[in-house]
Protein backbone atom coordinates (compact mmCIF):
# COMPACT_ATOMS: atom_id res chain seq x y z
CA UNK A 1 0.00 0.00 0.00
CA UNK A 2 1.24 3.37 -0.79
CA UNK A 3 0.46 6.74 -0.45
CA UNK A 4 -1.78 8.42 -3.50
CA UNK A 5 0.38 10.46 -6.07
CA UNK A 6 -1.76 13.70 -5.17
CA UNK A 7 -0.52 13.36 -1.82
CA UNK A 8 3.54 13.40 -2.63
CA UNK A 9 5.63 16.46 -2.65
CA UNK A 10 7.27 16.84 -6.34
CA UNK A 11 10.77 15.41 -4.44
CA UNK A 12 9.15 12.11 -3.29
CA UNK A 13 7.34 11.72 -6.67
CA UNK A 14 10.94 11.95 -7.98
CA UNK A 15 12.13 8.75 -5.70
CA UNK A 16 9.37 6.98 -6.67
CA UNK A 17 10.18 7.53 -10.11
CA UNK A 18 13.89 6.36 -9.53
CA UNK A 19 13.11 3.44 -7.38
CA UNK A 20 10.79 2.21 -9.79
CA UNK A 21 7.97 -0.55 -9.44
CA UNK A 22 9.04 -2.89 -7.02
CA UNK A 23 10.07 -0.20 -3.93
CA UNK A 24 8.55 -0.08 -0.81
CA UNK A 25 6.39 2.84 0.53
CA UNK A 26 4.50 3.89 4.20
CA UNK A 27 1.25 2.59 4.63
CA UNK A 28 -1.53 4.81 2.91
CA UNK A 29 -2.88 6.10 6.12
CA UNK A 30 0.85 6.26 7.37
CA UNK A 31 1.35 9.73 9.36
CA UNK A 32 2.93 10.91 6.15
CA UNK A 33 3.66 14.40 7.40
CA UNK A 34 5.50 13.50 10.46
CA UNK A 35 7.38 10.25 8.74
CA UNK A 36 8.37 13.17 6.89
CA UNK A 37 9.52 15.56 9.46
CA UNK A 38 11.45 12.58 11.41
CA UNK A 39 13.71 11.73 8.03
CA UNK A 40 14.56 15.16 7.65
CA UNK A 41 14.90 15.74 11.49
CA UNK A 42 17.43 12.37 11.54
CA UNK A 43 19.30 14.11 8.58
CA UNK A 44 19.59 17.17 9.85
CA UNK A 45 21.17 15.40 13.16
CA UNK A 46 23.28 13.07 11.09
CA UNK A 47 24.71 16.28 9.25
CA UNK A 48 25.22 17.89 12.68
CA UNK A 49 26.84 14.45 13.46
CA UNK A 50 29.42 14.43 10.74
CA UNK A 51 30.74 17.71 11.43
CA UNK A 52 31.74 17.16 15.28
CA UNK A 53 35.43 15.56 14.85
CA UNK A 54 35.91 12.04 17.21
CA UNK A 55 38.24 14.72 19.59
CA UNK A 56 34.77 16.55 20.15
CA UNK A 57 32.82 13.98 21.59
CA UNK A 58 33.97 14.37 25.13
CA UNK A 59 32.56 17.76 25.00
CA UNK A 60 29.40 18.55 26.92
CA UNK A 61 26.32 18.70 25.30
CA UNK A 62 23.68 21.02 26.10
CA UNK A 63 21.64 18.88 28.55
CA UNK A 64 23.28 19.21 32.22
CA UNK A 65 25.32 16.36 32.96
CA UNK A 66 25.59 14.83 29.40
CA UNK A 67 28.79 15.04 27.18
CA UNK A 68 27.80 14.67 23.45
CA UNK A 69 28.74 10.92 24.26
CA UNK A 70 25.72 10.59 26.24
CA UNK A 71 23.27 12.69 24.04
CA UNK A 72 24.48 10.66 20.68
CA UNK A 73 24.06 7.40 22.71
CA UNK A 74 20.54 8.14 23.85
CA UNK A 75 19.67 9.31 20.04
CA UNK A 76 21.17 5.92 18.60
CA UNK A 77 18.79 3.71 21.95
CA UNK A 78 15.61 6.38 21.46
CA UNK A 79 15.58 4.85 17.93
CA UNK A 80 15.74 1.27 19.10
CA UNK A 81 13.11 2.05 21.92
CA UNK A 82 10.90 3.38 19.57
CA UNK A 83 11.51 0.76 17.18
CA UNK A 84 10.67 -1.82 20.08
CA UNK A 85 7.05 0.21 19.83
CA UNK A 86 6.39 0.14 16.14
CA UNK A 87 7.13 -4.31 16.50
CA UNK A 88 4.77 -3.83 19.15
CA UNK A 89 2.09 -2.20 16.81
CA UNK A 90 3.25 -5.12 14.22
CA UNK A 91 3.14 -8.03 16.13
CA UNK A 92 0.52 -7.49 19.06
CA UNK A 93 3.39 -9.01 21.02
CA UNK A 94 3.57 -6.28 24.39
CA UNK A 95 7.72 -4.59 23.81
CA UNK A 96 8.28 -1.64 25.98
CA UNK A 97 10.20 0.85 25.20
CA UNK A 98 12.62 0.30 27.60
CA UNK A 99 12.61 -2.46 30.46
CA UNK A 100 12.66 0.43 32.97
CA UNK A 101 13.91 4.11 33.78
CA UNK A 102 17.02 2.98 35.51
CA UNK A 103 17.89 0.63 32.49
CA UNK A 104 17.22 3.22 29.90
CA UNK A 105 19.74 5.50 32.17
CA UNK A 106 22.32 2.29 32.09
CA UNK A 107 21.95 1.65 28.77
CA UNK A 108 23.19 5.71 27.93
CA UNK A 109 25.91 5.68 30.51
CA UNK A 110 27.54 2.47 29.01
CA UNK A 111 26.62 4.05 25.34
CA UNK A 112 28.92 6.54 25.82
CA UNK A 113 31.80 4.36 26.50
CA UNK A 114 31.93 3.25 23.01
CA UNK A 115 34.46 3.92 21.01
CA UNK A 116 33.78 7.34 18.41
CA UNK A 117 33.06 5.14 15.52
CA UNK A 118 30.86 2.84 17.48
CA UNK A 119 28.76 5.42 18.11
CA UNK A 120 28.18 6.70 15.12
CA UNK A 121 27.29 3.37 13.74
CA UNK A 122 24.53 3.44 16.27
CA UNK A 123 23.08 6.37 14.87
CA UNK A 124 22.89 5.56 11.84
CA UNK A 125 22.07 1.75 12.03
CA UNK A 126 19.02 2.46 14.74
CA UNK A 127 17.78 5.00 12.36
CA UNK A 128 17.75 2.92 9.77
CA UNK A 129 16.22 0.38 11.38
CA UNK A 130 12.98 2.02 12.52
CA UNK A 131 12.96 3.29 9.29
CA UNK A 132 12.55 -0.34 8.06
CA UNK A 133 10.03 -0.92 10.67
CA UNK A 134 7.42 2.41 9.50
CA UNK A 135 7.78 1.47 6.44
CA UNK A 136 6.87 -2.32 6.93
CA UNK A 137 3.75 -1.02 9.25
CA UNK A 138 0.45 -1.58 7.54
CA UNK A 139 -2.64 0.54 7.67
CA UNK A 140 -4.15 -1.57 10.14
CA UNK A 141 -1.45 -1.55 12.41
CA UNK A 142 -1.32 2.44 12.76
CA UNK A 143 -3.49 2.85 15.26
CA UNK A 144 -2.52 0.36 17.70
CA UNK A 145 -2.10 1.61 21.40
CA UNK A 146 1.49 1.26 22.65
CA UNK A 147 2.71 2.82 25.49
CA UNK A 148 5.64 5.53 25.87
CA UNK A 149 8.56 5.78 27.90
CA UNK A 150 6.11 7.86 30.12
CA UNK A 151 3.55 5.65 30.51
CA UNK A 152 1.27 7.28 28.41
CA UNK A 153 -0.89 5.34 25.98
CA UNK A 154 -1.00 6.69 22.11
CA UNK A 155 -1.29 5.20 18.86
CA UNK A 156 1.65 3.74 17.09
CA UNK A 157 1.86 6.39 14.94
CA UNK A 158 2.61 8.68 17.49
CA UNK A 159 6.11 7.24 17.41
CA UNK A 160 6.84 9.34 14.08
CA UNK A 161 6.23 13.01 15.70
CA UNK A 162 7.97 11.58 19.10
CA UNK A 163 11.25 11.03 16.47
CA UNK A 164 11.02 14.00 15.28
CA UNK A 165 11.29 16.34 17.77
CA UNK A 166 13.94 14.29 19.27
CA UNK A 167 16.31 14.63 16.56
CA UNK A 168 15.75 18.47 15.36
CA UNK A 169 16.15 19.07 19.25
CA UNK A 170 18.87 17.12 20.22
CA UNK A 171 20.75 18.24 17.00
CA UNK A 172 20.70 21.72 18.59
CA UNK A 173 21.56 20.33 21.33
CA UNK A 174 24.50 19.19 20.52
CA UNK A 175 26.18 22.36 20.75
CA UNK A 176 28.19 22.40 17.15
CA UNK A 177 26.56 25.55 15.30
CA UNK A 178 22.76 23.89 15.16
CA UNK A 179 19.92 26.04 16.76
CA UNK A 180 16.24 26.39 16.57
CA UNK A 181 16.42 29.02 13.49
CA UNK A 182 17.27 25.75 11.88
CA UNK A 183 13.94 24.09 12.34
CA UNK A 184 11.11 24.08 9.71
CA UNK A 185 8.16 26.18 10.55
CA UNK A 186 5.78 23.24 11.27
CA UNK A 187 8.40 21.67 13.50
CA UNK A 188 8.55 24.81 15.54
CA UNK A 189 5.04 25.29 16.01
CA UNK A 190 4.42 21.49 16.88
CA UNK A 191 6.75 21.92 19.34
CA UNK A 192 5.27 25.13 20.87
CA UNK A 193 2.20 23.57 21.25
CA UNK A 194 3.77 19.88 22.84
CA UNK A 195 5.28 21.92 26.16
CA UNK A 196 1.70 23.74 26.52
CA UNK A 197 0.47 19.70 26.07
CA UNK A 198 2.40 18.21 28.37
CA UNK A 199 2.40 21.05 31.41
CA UNK A 200 -1.47 20.58 30.86
CA UNK A 201 -1.06 16.87 31.10
CA UNK A 202 1.34 17.01 34.52
CA UNK A 203 -0.96 19.41 36.05
CA UNK A 204 2.29 21.74 35.63
CA UNK A 205 1.51 24.91 33.64
CA UNK A 206 2.42 28.39 34.77
CA UNK A 207 0.77 31.26 33.66
CA UNK A 208 1.83 32.98 30.62
CA UNK A 209 0.84 33.87 27.09
CA UNK A 210 2.95 33.37 24.34
CA UNK A 211 2.94 35.24 20.88
CA UNK A 212 5.63 33.53 18.53
CA UNK A 213 5.52 34.98 14.78
CA UNK A 214 6.72 32.39 11.93
CA UNK A 215 8.93 33.02 9.33
CA UNK A 216 5.93 33.63 6.93
CA UNK A 217 4.73 36.47 9.25
CA UNK A 218 2.24 34.42 10.89
CA UNK A 219 1.33 35.42 14.38
CA UNK A 220 0.51 32.61 17.18
CA UNK A 221 -0.91 33.13 20.55
CA UNK A 222 -1.28 30.86 23.22
CA UNK A 223 -2.22 30.32 27.00
CA UNK A 224 -1.49 28.03 29.68
CA UNK A 225 -3.28 29.62 32.28
CA UNK A 226 -5.32 32.88 33.35
CA UNK A 227 -3.11 35.61 33.85
CA UNK A 228 0.53 35.81 33.91
CA UNK A 229 2.98 38.02 31.56
CA UNK A 230 3.15 38.09 27.98
CA UNK A 231 6.07 36.72 26.36
CA UNK A 232 6.61 37.16 22.73
CA UNK A 233 9.54 35.92 19.79
CA UNK A 234 10.30 34.64 16.84
CA UNK A 235 8.97 31.09 17.15
CA UNK A 236 12.42 29.63 16.89
CA UNK A 237 12.77 31.77 20.24
CA UNK A 238 9.70 30.81 21.71
CA UNK A 239 10.73 26.87 21.06
CA UNK A 240 13.85 27.55 22.41
CA UNK A 241 12.50 29.35 25.93
CA UNK A 242 10.07 26.67 26.39
CA UNK A 243 12.20 23.60 25.35
CA UNK A 244 15.01 24.79 26.33
CA UNK A 245 15.60 27.88 28.51
CA UNK A 246 17.61 29.89 26.04
CA UNK A 247 16.05 33.78 26.44
CA UNK A 248 17.40 35.20 23.63
CA UNK A 249 15.26 37.09 21.13
CA UNK A 250 12.50 37.58 23.86
CA UNK A 251 9.97 40.29 24.54
CA UNK A 252 8.54 40.23 28.12
CA UNK A 253 5.53 42.20 29.19
CA UNK A 254 7.25 41.88 32.67
CA UNK A 255 10.54 42.86 34.14
CA UNK A 256 11.35 38.80 34.76
CA UNK A 257 10.75 35.94 32.44
CA UNK A 258 8.59 33.70 34.12
CA UNK A 259 10.08 30.06 35.69
CA UNK A 260 9.20 27.10 33.83
CA UNK A 261 8.66 23.48 34.60
CA UNK A 262 10.92 21.28 32.12
CA UNK A 263 9.93 19.97 29.04
CA UNK A 264 10.38 16.20 29.44
ZN1 LIG B 1 15.73 12.65 24.15
Known amino acids: MSAPESQLTP ?3 ELRARLGA ?3 YDAEHA ?46 YNARGLTRLVEWARTGVETPMYASAEQREREIVLGSTLPCRALRHLVEHSAVHL ?6 LAD ?22 MRAK ?27 DDVFAAWHRRGEAVPV ?8 GDRRVRSSARG ?17 GETRGLHCSTKELPQLPHWF
Open 209 to 216: TVTSAGRD
Open 22 to 24: GAR
Open 166 to 192: EVWVHAVDLGNGGSFADLPPVVLDRLI
Open 11 to 13: EQL
Open 228 to 244: GPEVSGTAAAIAGWLAR
Open 140 to 161: EHWDHRVLTSQGREVPARETAW
Open 131 to 136: NVEWRD
Open 31 to 76: PHQELLLARQGTAYFLRRLQELRDADFDAPSALEGWTRRHLIAHVG
